[in-house]
């Protein structure tokens, strides 16, 4: 199933790196009471995820609390390892919380997988940003775009709130 507007989010681990190493992250824990934004993307340090995706969504952070934000979330198929590295390289942590969907479970759930054979890309996310409300969609912008991210950038996603 893929999720659309007025949909309720499903609850799924996801993992974080905390201070004693990985934690679980429960995604209905997370979304229920809150405003948060999620974007997905296929893949940390990937070129336009590093050069373009995340650095939209540091662009408007301060756009997104003003709207009422409580969290800006980013998700992909990957190693809390992985994404905690990436979070601090990109320097948008603190600011951007990155959790990771090993195994793709929450990706598949939310109907947001794909694969790329000839890239070694199994079940990565696709490009998305949505906004939820107490875990209800009331945003999904997703769709073809370029490496600009202008549908799932964080400028769009403002506009959209």
């Given at each position: 199933m893929?999720?659309?507007?007025?949909?309720?989010?499903?609850?799924?681990?996801?993992?974080?790196?905390g201070?004693?190493?990985?934690e679980?992250?429960?995604m209905?824990?997370?979304?229920?009471g809150?405003k948060?934004?999620?974007?997905?993307?296929?893949g940390?340090?990937t070129?336009?995820?590093?050069?373009?995706?995340?650095?939209?969504?540091l662009?408007?952070?301060d756009?997104l609390?003003?709207?009422?934000?409580?969290?800006?979330?980013?998700?992909?198929?990957?190693?809390?390892?992985?994404?905690?590295?990436?979070?601090e390289a990109?320097?948008?942590?603190p600011?951007?919380?990155?959790?990771a969907?090993?195994?793709?479970?929450?990706?598949?759930?939310?109907?947001?997988?794909f694969t790329?054979?000839?890239l070694a890309?199994?079940d990565r996310?696709?490009?998305?940003?949505?906004?939820?409300?107490d875990?209800?969609?009331?945003?999904?912008n997703?769709?073809?775009?370029?490496s600009?991210?202008?549908?799932?950038g964080g400028?769009?996603?403002?506009?959209?709130?």
């Open positions: 893929t999720i659309s507007v007025g949909d309720k989010l499903p609850g799924g681990k996801v993992l974080r790196m201070e004693n190493g990985a679980a992250v429960d209905e824990t997370k979304l229920k809150r948060v934004v999620i974007f997905g993307l296929p940390a340090f070129g336009t995820c590093t050069t373009s995706h995340v650095p939209s969504f662009r408007v952070m756009k609390k003003a709207k009422g934000v409580d969290e800006v979330i980013c998700l992909a198929v990957n190693d809390p390892f992985v994404m905690k590295a990436w979070g990109t320097g948008a942590t600011g951007i919380t990155f959790l969907d090993g195994d793709a479970s929450y990706t598949k759930a939310i109907g947001q997988a790329v054979p000839h890309f199994f996310s696709k490009r998305y940003a949505l906004y939820a409300v875990g209800v969609v009331q945003v999904l997703q769709g073809q775009e370029t600009a991210c202008e549908i799932s400028e769009a996603m403002v506009a959209a709130i």
